[in-house]
């Protein structure tokens, strides 16, 4: 089981190293707001919803970042970041309105095959590349989606890109 989930790991892990030119073009969007004069801001669904509090005050939080509370709280300089584990109509809902505002943002979360036609046209789109269990057991049914350890490999690579484009020192 251990040699699945390491092997299932590294290809979750390979198919975001795939979308690299996607997450340098994100990491420059939010970088526009760390190093300017707006904030990030982090909006998050499901399970998510419990990394919050890490990524607004853990060490490595993307620079003075707050969490969502009304579109009208959201100045030009600002960015977006949404996060979520499925692409469901709540998540469609709030970037439908985040587009009609006008508002730059990203979204991380697993793609959604019946709504490609929407995600294949959000601009600063991630696919965590883990939509399902994956680990086999005895009776056939599949356990343990890794979509944590999905965000966290994209998030540190978000965080080392954003403190490359932003660190005079490099």
């Given at each position: 089981?251990?040699?699945?989930?390491?092997?299932?790991?590294?290809?979750?892990y390979?198919?975001?190293?795939?979308?690299?030119?996607?997450?340098?073009?994100?990491?420059?969007?939010?970088?526009?707001?760390?190093?300017?004069?707006?904030?990030?801001?982090?909006?998050?669904?499901?399970?998510?919803?419990?990394?919050?509090?890490?990524?607004?005050?853990?060490?490595?939080?993307?620079?003075?970042?707050?969490?969502?509370?009304?579109?009208?709280?959201?100045?030009?300089?600002?960015?977006?970041?949404?996060?979520?584990?499925?692409?469901?109509?709540?998540?469609?809902t709030?970037?439908?309105?985040?587009?009609?505002?006008?508002?730059?943002?990203?979204?991380?979360?697993?793609?959604?095959?019946?709504?490609?036609?929407?995600?294949?046209?959000?601009?600063?789109?991630?696919?965590?590349?883990?939509?399902?269990?994956?680990?086999?057991?005895?009776?056939?049914?599949k356990?343990?989606?890794?979509?944590?350890?999905?965000?966290?490999?994209?998030?540190?690579?978000?965080?080392?890109?954003?403190?490359?484009?932003?660190?005079?020192?490099?």
């Open positions: 089981m251990d040699k699945i989930l390491q092997t299932q790991l590294i290809n979750i390979n198919h975001i190293d795939a979308q690299e030119e996607e997450i340098e073009i994100a990491a420059r969007l939010l970088s526009q707001a760390v190093h300017g004069e707006g904030n990030i801001i982090i909006k998050t669904f499901h399970d998510f919803t419990k990394l919050e509090p890490l990524l607004l005050h853990g060490e490595l939080k993307l620079g003075s970042p707050s969490p969502f509370s009304a579109f009208e709280n959201i100045d030009t300089p600002d960015r977006m970041l949404v996060i979520a584990n499925n692409f469901d109509e709540e998540v469609k709030f970037i439908d309105e985040l587009d009609a505002q006008h508002i730059e943002f990203v979204l991380i979360s697993n793609y959604n095959r019946h709504e490609s036609e929407t995600l294949d046209n959000v601009h600063h789109y991630i696919d965590l590349s883990s939509p399902r269990e994956l680990i086999p057991t005895p009776n056939f049914d356990i343990v989606n890794p979509y944590m350890n999905a965000f966290t490999y994209l998030y540190y690579h978000l965080y080392v890109l954003i403190d490359e484009m932003t660190n005079d020192e490099y």
